[in-house]
């Protein structure tokens, strides 16, 4: 089935422009001019995909994405912004959006935008498929000297507590309950740090060193976390 995108513009002719050429590149699109106007479409069509113009009447396009978001509207938005201070916005808050584009853009490389942002929803999609989240019905995980006791998010190790950061705990137990498991770092920035968060796979490696600094008997030799090459991290237990 082809892929489905609301184009959010209240700008006639750049509408007209990216639905023909979306169209051309086979997805199936709707086109609404107005914020108030795109909520009500994506709360019925379920867009596989939503570019949303900030600038528009009624309601704005970063207030209908903050809504979408709230609301757990879980595809991506490419947000079209047009000056440097409506970056910002984007950029600065945390919208939830996933990425977006300057006008004037090319349409070549809104395509490839659009195309990256679709293909990882699939393969995130693929991921939670194969992924059988092996969450533990215990109240504490235990490996050798690590335990994890997850109602109360506490960490120990050889019983002494652990100062863990929030994000650095909730990346130990998304590992815990993922234990042998290939985790990409892009899955991995999905689940932990969720939709909201504007950042890139960097942000994950920063908190596995952290996390083997606290966990691994040698942070440089890691026995826990381990690296897989080309792909993420694995927790071996
Ligand atoms: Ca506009």
């Not at 991921?127 to 235990?142: H, V, W, Y």
């Not at 335990?147 to 507590?161: F, G, S, Y």
């Not at 691994?216 to 026995?223: F, I, M, R, V």
Request: charged residues 30%; hydrophobic residues 40%.
């Amino acid at each position: 089935m082809p892929e489905n995108i609301l184009i959010v513009e209240d700008e006639p002719s750049l509408q007209e422009t990216l639905a023909y050429n979306l169209q051309k590149h086979g997805y199936t699109v709707d086109a609404v001019g107005d914020g108030k106007t795109a909520l009500e479409t994506a709360r019925r069509r379920k867009p596989d995909l939503i570019l949303l113009d900030i600038m528009l009447p009624q309601l704005d396009g970063v207030e209908v994405c903050k809504i979408l978001r709230r609301e757990g509207f879980q595809s991506p938005i490419i947000m079209l912004t047009a000056r440097d201070d409506e970056i910002d916005r984007v950029v600065g808050l945390e919208i939830g959006a996933d990425d977006y584009v300057t006008k004037p853009f090319s349409m070549r490389e809104l395509i490839a935008r659009v195309k990256a942002q679709l293909r990882r929803t699939e393969t995130i999609r693929e991921e939670l498929g194969r992924l059988k989240t092996s969450a533990p019905n215990q109240d504490i995980l235990i490996f050798g000297n690590l335990a994890i006791n997850h109602t109360r998010r506490e960490t120990t190790l050889d019983a002494i507590p652990l100062a863990l950061k929030p994000q650095e705990y909730d990346l130990l137990l998304f590992f815990a309950e993922h234990k042998g498991q290939m985790l990409s770092r892009e899955f991995i920035l999905e689940r932990v740090w969720g939709w909201d968060y504007i950042g890139d796979s960097r942000t994950v490696d920063v908190h596995v060193r952290w996390l083997r600094q606290k966990i691994e008997k040698d942070a440089a030799n890691p026995t826990r976390i381990v690296t897989v090459r080309g792909g993420g991290y694995r927790f071996e237990g």
